[in-house]
């Protein structure tokens, strides 16, 4: 296995010596699912999928894009906004501009065209790393405009999920949100345009029930945590554990809510696939 | 006179068990309603009401949240919780009210949309996201009344009305105080002080353009009150429904998705 070639890197030392080894702290990760300690390049090399015992990590939306789409070909959309910041929260505007040095991006999805093997498409990627993938209006904006420049280039839409739902900071305009990318999908379906939605670890709340959920093929990646409901609230609801599973992609794919799992290796050429199955017929 | 309430006993107002459910406004309202049940797939769940209506000539479909206005009451109708099959359920008479060209009014009172196992196997998530999707193509006017909590996406689920009134103390947000405070803060305690940053109230609303009338009533609504405030709400009914229909069917279409498209303000960002 790959962490055997990295425990021969370190001589052999267990993972708690790796301090004794001559790489840089801040080049390791820890695996969620393993605990195992992995050098970074190598989870890396593999797809950001743990070498050791194949959890997938939550990828940043520059990987997303690099993974998916032809090089170079990503072009954003154009559209500067930011918050008002609509509840007055002292710490909010702080926290999302120390949120936007940290992580390099601007708000919680990308949007914007590229390629998929040649295949024009509007893409939108969101990133856990910018408040869980919450969304607020800046979010809500930017996937209707999104689905809004798909319907005017006549392209397929796929989105990426990944998001604990809507954004509590920015309060019932959040919500409104949910309306507001639901009904922009309404005129992409009238246009007989594709949509893609890929369900990616974790997808919740307000992105489940609106354009989650709304995908004429909904993909998910293995394993990946999808539901309506938080785990927690509906232990305290119903009072009583949750079965084993629940709640995975796996799960979802059993009740007839997704259409298909698909690894990471193998996204971007069922999404080709997908875009060609679609072209009219004759 | 103008009222001095706080957020937090608005909530209380919203939450209360004496406060009038969905059946007691609808009965009120209308000549007469029929309620008819059942999505077609699974079950009728009984938190969401359905039904056809009508005032004098003009006829309409009902898509009420319905709490229960008795411990048996609330038992059958799960506290006003929808299981996904209310969404379904909400979903076929949407479609039946375009098909016979009906006017749809809906009456919002939830605490959200039931968390449990059985919801979240029959696709929870789904079925908000599919009834806001029919709501926003619907060739009628839809006209939302929030009578009691509007709280989340189970209440923005039947939400997506050309015409969105509200109850002077009702509640419409993302999420009960408590739970904003205790995400958000990390402190479930601080539920007051949530009640009021969150913009809940029907005048704060009306301000942030969420909402587009309030219906004034009494902090203590008795009988009398009642009756007042049904009229009231039957005559919003009445004049929105007139004024949405002088439009065409497609315009109806567009006055909605216009209102939706706008919401949440954001600002341009000056580019260095």
């Known amino acids: 296995m790959v962490i055997d070639k990295i425990k021969k890197r370190e001589g052999g030392a267990q993972t708690n010596k790796r301090s004794s080894v001559d790489i840089p702290i801040g080049k390791w990760v820890k695996c969620d699912k393993c605990k195992e300690i992995i050098y970074k390049e190598l989870v890396r090399e593999n797809l950001n999928i743990c070498p050791n015992c194949g959890h997938y990590f939550r990828i940043h939306i520059g990987r997303r894009i690099e993974q998916i789409l032809d090089e170079n070909t990503y072009k954003r959309f154009d559209l500067n906004i930011d918050t008002t910041n609509p509840l007055n929260l002292e710490d909010y505007p702080k926290k999302i501009n120390s949120l936007r040095e940290k992580t390099g991006l601007e708000e919680a999805v990308a949007c914007g065209t590229g390629k998929i093997n040649g295949e024009d498409v509007v893409i939108c990627i969101m990133d856990s790393a910018f408040l869980m993938g919450s969304m607020g209006v800046v979010v809500g904006e930017k996937i209707t405009y999104a689905i809004e420049q798909a319907v005017e280039k006549k392209l397929p839409l796929i989105i990426f999920s990944v998001s604990g739902g809507a954004r509590m900071q920015e309060g019932i305009f959040s919500l409104m949100q949910m309306a507001k990318t639901t009904a922009a999908l309404t005129k992409l379906d009238e246009a007989g345009l594709l949509y893609i939605s890929v369900l990616t670890d974790p997808t919740y709340g307000g992105v489940t029930a609106s354009f989650a959920s709304l995908g004429d093929v909904i993909l998910a990646e293995p394993h990946a945590m999808i539901g309506f409901a938080g785990q927690r609230v509906i232990e305290q609801t119903i009072g009583e554990k949750l079965p084993e599973g629940f709640q995975t992609a796996e799960f979802l794919l059993e009740h007839g809510f997704i259409d298909k799992i698909v690894e990471r290796k193998d996204l971007k050429n069922t999404l080709y696939k997908l875009i060609k199955l679609h072209k009219g017929g004759k | ?272």
């Open chain 2, 1 to 272: 006179m103008k009222s001095k309430m706080s957020a937090w006993e608005k909530v209380e107002i919203a939450r209360s068990p004496k406060r009038k459910t969905a059946l007691d406004y609808i009965e009120e309202i209308f000549d007469d309603f029929m309620e008819l049940h059942g999505d077609r797939a699974y079950k009728d769940d009984k938190s969401i009401v359905c039904g056809l209506a009508n005032i004098g000539e003009q006829n309409y479909t009902i898509i009420a949240e319905q709490k229960g206005r008795n411990t048996k009451e609330n038992i059958e109708r799960n506290f006003g919780m929808p299981n996904p099959e209310s969404y379904r359920k909400a979903i076929r008479f949407m479609k039946q009210a375009e098909k016979f060209n009906r006017p749809v009014i809906t009456f919002i009172d939830t605490k959200g949309a039931y968390p449990g196992i059985g919801a979240e196997e029959r696709g929870q998530g789904e079925a908000i996201a599919k009834s806001m999707f029919e709501m926003a193509k619907l060739k009628v006017p839809v006209i939302a009344v929030v009578i009691g909590e509007g709280s989340s996406g189970g209440a923005l689920a039947i939400g997506v009305a050309n015409r969105v009134i509200m109850l002077e103390n009702a509640i419409y947000s993302i999420l009960s105080p408590e739970g904003y405070s205790s995400i958000l803060w990390k402190d479930s305690s601080r539920y007051e002080e949530a009640a009021e940053k969150m913009k809940l109230t029907a005048d704060d609303l009306y301000k942030a353009n969420i909402i587009d009338a309030i219906i004034k009533e009494p902090r203590e609504v008795d009988n009398e009150d009642f009756k007042k405030i049904a009229k009231k709400i039957k005559k919003e009914i009445i004049s929105s429904v007139e004024k949405i229909s002088k439009l065409s069917r497609d315009e109806i279409v567009n006055e909605r998705y216009n209102k939706f498209r706008n919401m949440g303000e954001y600002r341009v960002k000056i580019k260095n």
